[in-house]
């Protein structure tokens, strides 16, 4: 089992940056691919931010390319999000996501971040 914890969400202005921290921890096999999804209220589906697997390769949705920045540390089982150029679009909860070597997929809790002036 993997469990994952986000961290560094929170407020800030439009033109603002962030950085989103998260951590895998248990009894698991390599972690092939970590990322975040945001879903931006209840009713709406979660939507990909960016992915990044083992060997580095990335994957971004069209609504944060060329802002957001995701890289991953395999020793220790991180991944981190880097985002600038904020706008309130972006507002959501972004959830951390893992797929293990025997493609069992994983959640975090979800941490907020909020666009606002």
């Known amino acids: 089992q993997v469990q994952l914890v986000e961290s560094g969400g929170g407020l800030v202005q439009p033109g603002g940056s962030l950085r989103l921290s998260c951590q895998a921890s248990g009894i698991f096999d390599r972690i092939y691919t970590m990322g975040w999804y945001r879903q931006q209220s209840p009713g709406k589906q979660r939507e990909l931010v960016a992915t990044i697997n083992i060997g580095g390769a990335t994957n971004y949705g069209d609504a944060v390319k060329d802002r957001f920045t995701i890289s991953r540390d395999n020793a220790k089982n991180t991944v981190v999000l880097q985002m600038s150029s904020l706008k309130p679009g972006d507002t959501a909860v972004y959830y951390c996501?893992?797929?293990?070597?025997?493609?069992?997929?994983?959640w975090g809790q979800g941490t907020q971040v909020s666009v606002s002036s």
């Open positions: 996501n893992a797929i293990d070597y025997k493609l069992q997929l994983f």
